[in-house]
């Protein structure tokens, strides 16, 4: 194969692809119609010129006929006179139309055959158009659905789920590390009110303890349980002696604090 053929060969290669690339289904199924319709038209102003060619051959045949008949007539009028040589040139006249009409009955018979045939192609064209306009209608919807589907797998394809869960996955953290830090606040908020309460019962015992010392020292007064009733037992003479002892020590322990 020479270099001709084969750079010929792939430049219609190329063109075919280009060109089978290009076809739109629903263009092409369009003007596939479109060129049918046409040619019906067509088609039909052949049978209406085929019909008006019959019709003036049948009045041309029956011209001819009619014709043909006068000078058979006008022959036997000569003939019936005596004139011979008037009928006999009658008769020549009515061979001429007697050819003519003959002729223009093949011819006729002729064009009545093609008007038929193209009264059948016509009705078959019809038919193929109207079946091609439903078969379009189908093809356009199947081509449509294709198309649809096409772009769908396309846009499913283009998603990527992977990335789409691990947003989600994301997400979810961050909305748990929230939560954690919410309970973690709310836990050191109760640390810190339960801290306080301690520390209130804690000064609570301090307090309590300083007022009984006041008391024991004589700086406060003793409570109503601790002071005896009139007609209640003086203390005993143990119960005294440890008194005392306290009281010494309160005096002692009042003396060193002023000297301090």
Request: no cysteine; net charge negative; glycine share 6%.
């Amino acid at each position: 194969m020479g270099l001709l053929d084969r750079i010929s060969r792939l430049m219609r290669a190329n063109v075919n692809d280009m060109v089978s690339k290009a076809e739109d289904p629903e263009k092409i199924l369009e003007q596939a119609v479109i060129d049918m319709q046409e040619d019906l038209v067509q088609l039909r102003q052949a049978v209406a010129g085929a019909i008006a060619t019959q019709k003036r051959s049948e009045q041309q045949y029956n011209k001819a006929v009619q014709d043909e008949a006068s000078w058979q007539q006008k022959a036997q009028l000569a003939l019936s006179k005596g004139d011979e040589a008037l009928a006999r040139e009658a008769l020549v006249r009515k061979r001429t139309y007697t050819d003519t009409a003959a002729a223009l009955k093949g011819q006729l018979d002729s064009q009545v055959g093609q008007i038929d045939g193209l009264k059948r192609n016509l009705i078959q064209l019809e038919s193929k158009i109207s079946e091609a306009k439903t078969k379009k209608d189908m093809l356009k919807s199947r081509s449509a659905a294709a198309k649809a589907t096409e772009q769908l797998q396309g846009a499913v394809g283009k998603i990527d789920t992977n990335s789409s869960m691990a947003a989600f996955e994301r997400m979810e953290e961050k909305v748990l590390q929230q939560e954690a830090r919410s309970q973690a606040m709310a836990e050191l908020a109760g640390t810190s009110l339960d801290g306080q309460f301690a520390e209130l019962t804690a000064g609570a015992g301090v307090e309590d303890d300083l007022i009984a010392l006041k008391q024991g020292m004589g700086l406060l007064p003793l409570p109503a349980s601790q002071i005896a009733l009139p007609g209640t037992a003086a203390p005993t003479a143990a119960a005294q002696s440890a008194a005392d002892k306290e009281a010494e020590e309160l005096q002692r322990l009042r003396e060193s604090i002023d000297k301090l």
